[in-house]
T-cell receptor
Framework: RKEVEQDPGPFNVPEGATVAFNCTYS??????FFWYRQDCRKEPKLLMS???SGNEDGRFTAQLNRASQYISLLIRDSKLSDSATYLC??????????FGRGTSLIVHP | GAGVSQSPSNKVTEKGKDVELRCDPI?????LYWYRQSLGQGLEFLIY????????KSGLPSDRFSAERTGGSVSTLTIQRTQQEDSAVYLC???????????????FGPGTRLTVL
Protein backbone atom coordinates (compact mmCIF):
# COMPACT_ATOMS: atom_id res chain seq x y z
CA ARG A 1 0.00 0.00 0.00
CA LYS A 2 1.34 3.42 -0.93
CA GLU A 3 1.97 5.86 1.89
CA VAL A 4 -0.46 8.43 0.51
CA GLU A 5 -3.12 7.57 -2.05
CA GLN A 6 -5.44 9.76 -4.05
CA ASP A 7 -7.92 9.14 -6.84
CA PRO A 8 -6.22 10.77 -9.84
CA GLY A 9 -9.57 11.73 -11.42
CA PRO A 10 -10.21 13.82 -13.37
CA PHE A 11 -13.27 15.09 -11.58
CA ASN A 12 -15.23 16.97 -14.21
CA VAL A 13 -17.89 19.25 -12.65
CA PRO A 14 -19.99 22.24 -13.75
CA GLU A 15 -19.55 25.67 -12.25
CA GLY A 16 -21.37 26.00 -8.97
CA ALA A 17 -21.14 22.31 -8.11
CA THR A 18 -19.85 20.91 -4.85
CA VAL A 19 -17.02 18.40 -5.15
CA ALA A 20 -15.08 16.39 -2.62
CA PHE A 21 -11.78 14.52 -2.74
CA ASN A 22 -10.39 12.00 -0.31
CA CYS A 23 -6.83 11.04 0.46
CA THR A 24 -5.85 7.96 2.45
CA TYR A 25 -2.60 7.50 4.32
CA SER A 26 -0.97 4.36 5.64
CA UNK A 27 1.15 5.62 8.56
CA UNK A 28 -1.05 5.81 11.64
CA UNK A 29 1.63 7.92 13.35
CA UNK A 30 1.18 10.73 10.82
CA UNK A 31 0.82 14.04 12.57
CA UNK A 32 0.27 16.82 10.07
CA PHE A 33 -1.89 17.00 6.98
CA PHE A 34 -2.19 19.52 4.18
CA TRP A 35 -3.67 20.22 0.80
CA TYR A 36 -1.57 21.81 -1.92
CA ARG A 37 -2.82 23.07 -5.24
CA GLN A 38 -0.86 22.72 -8.47
CA ASP A 39 -1.93 24.52 -11.63
CA CYS A 40 -0.95 23.10 -14.99
CA ARG A 41 2.81 23.44 -15.58
CA LYS A 42 3.22 25.42 -12.35
CA GLU A 43 4.69 24.66 -8.95
CA PRO A 44 2.59 23.39 -6.02
CA LYS A 45 1.33 25.97 -3.52
CA LEU A 46 -0.13 25.43 -0.08
CA LEU A 47 -3.92 25.60 -0.13
CA MET A 48 -4.69 24.82 3.49
CA SER A 49 -3.69 22.84 6.51
CA UNK A 50 -6.01 20.16 7.88
CA UNK A 51 -6.78 20.32 11.57
CA UNK A 52 -8.16 17.52 13.72
CA SER A 53 -11.43 19.34 14.31
CA GLY A 54 -11.83 20.20 10.64
CA ASN A 55 -11.39 23.66 9.22
CA GLU A 56 -12.88 25.93 6.65
CA ASP A 57 -11.45 28.64 4.43
CA GLY A 58 -14.11 30.32 2.36
CA ARG A 59 -15.51 27.75 -0.06
CA PHE A 60 -12.98 25.12 1.02
CA THR A 61 -13.45 22.70 3.91
CA ALA A 62 -10.85 20.19 5.04
CA GLN A 63 -11.46 17.31 7.41
CA LEU A 64 -9.39 14.60 9.06
CA ASN A 65 -10.59 11.14 10.01
CA ARG A 66 -7.82 9.53 12.05
CA ALA A 67 -9.76 6.32 12.72
CA SER A 68 -10.09 5.60 9.00
CA GLN A 69 -6.84 7.34 8.13
CA TYR A 70 -8.04 9.74 5.50
CA ILE A 71 -8.37 13.43 4.90
CA SER A 72 -10.87 15.16 2.68
CA LEU A 73 -11.24 18.42 0.80
CA LEU A 74 -14.66 19.81 -0.03
CA ILE A 75 -15.07 22.64 -2.52
CA ARG A 76 -18.42 24.40 -2.63
CA ASP A 77 -19.72 26.61 -5.44
CA SER A 78 -16.90 25.56 -7.80
CA LYS A 79 -15.35 28.23 -9.98
CA LEU A 80 -13.57 27.83 -13.30
CA SER A 81 -10.44 29.02 -11.53
CA ASP A 82 -10.59 26.03 -9.17
CA SER A 83 -9.46 23.80 -12.05
CA ALA A 84 -6.14 22.37 -10.92
CA THR A 85 -4.55 19.31 -9.38
CA TYR A 86 -4.98 18.97 -5.62
CA LEU A 87 -2.13 17.28 -3.77
CA CYS A 88 -2.54 15.67 -0.41
CA UNK A 89 0.51 15.99 1.89
CA UNK A 90 1.14 13.98 5.03
CA UNK A 91 3.92 14.46 7.54
CA UNK A 92 4.83 12.05 10.34
CA UNK A 93 7.75 12.25 12.72
CA UNK A 94 10.12 12.50 9.78
CA UNK A 95 10.99 15.91 8.40
CA UNK A 96 10.20 14.75 4.89
CA UNK A 97 6.54 15.28 3.97
CA UNK A 98 4.96 12.73 1.64
CA PHE A 99 2.97 13.97 -1.33
CA GLY A 100 0.13 12.11 -2.98
CA ARG A 101 0.00 11.94 -6.76
CA GLY A 102 -2.82 14.43 -6.85
CA THR A 103 -6.45 14.62 -7.92
CA SER A 104 -7.27 16.52 -11.08
CA LEU A 105 -10.29 18.83 -11.01
CA ILE A 106 -11.82 20.33 -14.14
CA VAL A 107 -14.59 22.87 -13.67
CA HIS A 108 -16.50 23.62 -16.86
CA PRO A 109 -19.00 26.38 -17.72
CA GLY B 1 9.94 39.36 -1.11
CA ALA B 2 11.71 37.04 -3.49
CA GLY B 3 10.53 33.48 -3.66
CA VAL B 4 12.45 30.35 -4.54
CA SER B 5 14.19 30.66 -7.88
CA GLN B 6 15.53 27.93 -10.13
CA SER B 7 17.68 27.95 -13.21
CA PRO B 8 17.59 27.15 -15.99
CA SER B 9 13.85 27.04 -16.53
CA ASN B 10 14.32 24.60 -19.40
CA LYS B 11 17.22 22.34 -20.26
CA VAL B 12 17.52 20.10 -23.30
CA THR B 13 20.50 17.79 -23.33
CA GLU B 14 21.75 14.72 -25.11
CA LYS B 15 21.87 11.32 -23.51
CA GLY B 16 25.16 10.81 -21.71
CA LYS B 17 25.82 14.48 -20.94
CA ASP B 18 26.03 15.91 -17.44
CA VAL B 19 23.64 18.65 -16.28
CA GLU B 20 23.57 21.03 -13.32
CA LEU B 21 20.37 22.50 -11.94
CA ARG B 22 20.44 25.42 -9.55
CA CYS B 23 18.12 26.45 -6.72
CA ASP B 24 18.12 29.70 -4.75
CA PRO B 25 15.96 29.26 -1.65
CA ILE B 26 14.15 31.97 0.26
CA UNK B 27 16.54 33.86 2.48
CA UNK B 28 16.49 32.50 6.02
CA UNK B 29 15.02 29.13 5.09
CA UNK B 30 17.23 26.42 6.53
CA UNK B 31 15.46 23.46 4.92
CA LEU B 32 15.81 22.74 1.22
CA TYR B 33 14.25 19.87 -0.73
CA TRP B 34 14.67 18.58 -4.26
CA TYR B 35 11.82 16.72 -5.93
CA ARG B 36 11.25 15.25 -9.36
CA GLN B 37 7.91 15.23 -11.12
CA SER B 38 7.35 13.24 -14.29
CA LEU B 39 4.39 13.92 -16.58
CA GLY B 40 1.17 13.06 -14.80
CA GLN B 41 3.00 11.77 -11.75
CA GLY B 42 3.33 12.92 -8.17
CA LEU B 43 6.32 14.50 -6.52
CA GLU B 44 9.20 12.11 -6.03
CA PHE B 45 11.46 13.12 -3.13
CA LEU B 46 15.15 13.21 -4.03
CA ILE B 47 17.21 14.88 -1.30
CA TYR B 48 16.82 17.10 1.77
CA UNK B 49 19.22 19.62 3.31
CA UNK B 50 18.82 21.09 6.78
CA UNK B 51 21.28 23.78 7.79
CA UNK B 52 24.78 22.37 8.10
CA UNK B 53 23.62 18.83 8.84
CA UNK B 54 24.44 15.92 6.55
CA UNK B 55 21.81 15.76 3.81
CA UNK B 56 19.21 13.03 3.58
CA LYS B 57 19.96 11.42 0.23
CA SER B 58 17.55 8.54 0.60
CA GLY B 59 15.48 9.54 -2.43
CA LEU B 60 18.25 9.78 -5.00
CA PRO B 61 17.45 7.16 -7.68
CA SER B 62 21.04 6.30 -8.60
CA ASP B 63 24.64 7.31 -8.01
CA ARG B 64 24.44 9.47 -11.13
CA PHE B 65 22.52 11.98 -9.01
CA SER B 66 24.22 14.22 -6.47
CA ALA B 67 23.53 17.54 -4.83
CA GLU B 68 25.36 20.18 -2.88
CA ARG B 69 24.31 23.12 -0.80
CA THR B 70 26.97 25.74 -0.36
CA GLY B 71 26.96 28.03 2.65
CA GLY B 72 23.54 26.81 3.67
CA SER B 73 21.95 28.69 0.79
CA VAL B 74 22.21 27.93 -2.92
CA SER B 75 21.91 24.30 -3.97
CA THR B 76 22.99 22.51 -7.12
CA LEU B 77 21.60 19.19 -8.31
CA THR B 78 23.92 17.37 -10.69
CA ILE B 79 22.91 14.51 -12.95
CA GLN B 80 25.79 12.70 -14.60
CA ARG B 81 25.53 10.68 -17.80
CA THR B 82 21.89 11.62 -18.28
CA GLN B 83 19.41 9.02 -19.49
CA GLN B 84 16.08 9.52 -21.24
CA GLU B 85 14.24 8.39 -18.12
CA ASP B 86 15.74 11.40 -16.29
CA SER B 87 13.44 13.67 -18.30
CA ALA B 88 11.13 15.38 -15.81
CA VAL B 89 10.50 18.64 -14.01
CA TYR B 90 12.92 19.10 -11.13
CA LEU B 91 11.40 21.15 -8.33
CA CYS B 92 13.18 22.74 -5.43
CA UNK B 93 11.41 23.81 -2.24
CA UNK B 94 12.56 25.62 0.88
CA UNK B 95 11.07 26.07 4.29
CA UNK B 96 11.88 26.91 7.87
CA UNK B 97 13.22 24.03 9.99
CA UNK B 98 10.98 20.98 9.57
CA UNK B 99 12.77 18.73 12.02
CA UNK B 100 10.23 19.49 14.67
CA UNK B 101 6.95 17.67 14.72
CA UNK B 102 5.16 20.68 13.32
CA UNK B 103 5.25 21.55 9.67
CA UNK B 104 6.52 24.69 8.06
CA UNK B 105 5.09 25.46 4.65
CA UNK B 106 7.24 24.43 1.73
CA UNK B 107 7.65 27.12 -0.90
CA PHE B 108 8.39 25.73 -4.32
CA GLY B 109 10.39 27.20 -7.14
CA PRO B 110 9.03 27.18 -10.70
CA GLY B 111 11.09 24.11 -11.57
CA THR B 112 13.54 23.13 -14.27
CA ARG B 113 12.08 21.14 -17.15
CA LEU B 114 14.75 18.68 -18.22
CA THR B 115 14.51 16.89 -21.55
CA VAL B 116 17.07 14.23 -22.39
CA LEU B 117 17.13 13.35 -26.08
Amino acid sequence: RKEVEQDPGPFNVPEGATVAFNCTYSNSASQSFFWYRQDCRKEPKLLMSVYSSGNEDGRFTAQLNRASQYISLLIRDSKLSDSATYLCVVKGGSYIPTFGRGTSLIVHP
Amino acid sequence: GAGVSQSPSNKVTEKGKDVELRCDPISGHTALYWYRQSLGQGLEFLIYFQGNSAPDKSGLPSDRFSAERTGGSVSTLTIQRTQQEDSAVYLCASSLDNRMSSYNEQFFGPGTRLTVL
